[in-house]
């Protein structure tokens, strides 16, 4: 059984760094690409960021580029996205998604507030 479940969200000001987190179980994690999405209150489900395997091949969404990195690390199982110079409008739930699987995440609570 695949599972995928984010962690580090919470609380942060605008301007600020934060890491979430998303570890996964029941696949080869090495073998698949993964993705970051996330949702805002009232929006849709929208990408923001792609890694191959290896971690060879990465993409961003644009409102995120040149803040946002995205990392794996096959060893523990793990992929990350780092967010820096965090605004308001990045407030959203933030999911882990394996296309290969169409697995979700339950998902991570990002909130961007002074």
């Known amino acids: 059984q695949v599972q995928l479940v984010e962690s580090g969200g919470g609380l942060v000001q605008p301007g600020g760094s934060m890491r979430v987190s998303c570890a996964a179980a029941g696949l080869t994690f090495s073998r698949l690409d993964m993705r970051w999405y996330r949702q805002a209150p009232g929006k849709e489900r929208e990408w923001v960021a792609a890694i191959s395997t290896t971690g060879r091949f990465i993409s961003y969404a644009r409102p995120v580029q040149g803040r946002f990195t995205i990392s794996r690390d096959d060893v523990k199982n793990t992929m990350y996205l780092q967010m820096n110079s965090l605004k308001p409008e990045d407030t959203a739930v933030y999911y882990c998604?394996?296309?290969?699987?169409?697995?979700w995440g339950p998902g991570t609570q990002v909130t961007v507030s002074s």
């Open positions: 998604y394996a296309p290969s699987f169409g697995s």
